[in-house]
């Protein structure tokens, strides 16, 4: 039996939970995974941007999870963004008619990603946003954060949330491109860093 001196940080072997991965890139993917409208619905917006480091580079590995509810803000029950046949447990993909309201996005080699989904209607007494979940490189545990898209600005002055980040809340708002588009870039730290949310 080998021994390992373990009064080295050199000498000891890094595990997953100590090691910065990412781990994820050959199972969390999945094909359509940005395409969470039913395809061809007439309200289908684009939102898109860029996940970036402290320096401002772009992260080619990170993911962008995205939930949302339907336009009359309700929250989709359907099932059906990673269907898998029955029978062969290979991936069917989307069946393009349900709303899940749910998808995952993998950044390209520009740090780029993209999802086609329907505008969110409100719930409660908050703005309309879609929730968001980053995995990247250099993050142990993933991050949450909203976006929220402009039209309506009385609610956005309104959210508790925007409120009581104050000035940093652009960090949150989409720009509003026209033609049903929307930016949102995502900043992991440094000048700009966008606003991340602690669930507890």
Not at 29 to 34: K, T, V
Not at 129 to 143: D, E, I, K, N, P
Not at 185 to 197: A, K, S
Request: hydrophobic fraction near 30%.
């Amino acid at each position: 039996m080998t021994k390992i001196d373990t009064s080295s940080p050199d000498q000891v072997l890094p595990t997953p939970s100590h090691t910065v991965g990412p781990f994820y890139g050959y199972a969390l993917p999945f094909r359509g995974g940005e395409d969470i409208a039913p395809l061809g619905h007439p309200d289908t917006i684009t939102v898109h941007g860029y996940v970036t480091d402290g320096e401002g580079n772009p992260l080619p590995d990170a993911l962008v999870e995205l939930w949302g509810p339907r336009p009359d803000g309700t929250v989709p029950q359907a099932d059906g963004s990673i269907r898998r046949d029955p029978a062969t447990g290979g991936y069917l993909g989307r069946n393009g008619v349900e709303f899940t309201g749910w998808g995952r996005i993998q950044t390209d080699a520009d740090g780029h990603w993209y999802a086609r989904t329907l505008r969110p209607g409100a719930r409660g007494n908050n703005a309309p946003y879609l929730s968001v979940c980053v995995f990247a490189r250099g993050l142990l545990v993933h991050l949450y954060t909203r976006i929220y898209l402009p039209g309506d600005e009385a609610a956005l002055a309104a959210d508790p949330l925007l409120t009581q980040v104050g000035e940093r809340r652009g960090t949150l708002i989409a720009g509003d491109e026209g033609r049903g588009t929307y930016r949102f870039d995502i900043r992991l730290q440094g000048e700009g860093e966008t606003v991340f949310l602690e669930y507890q």
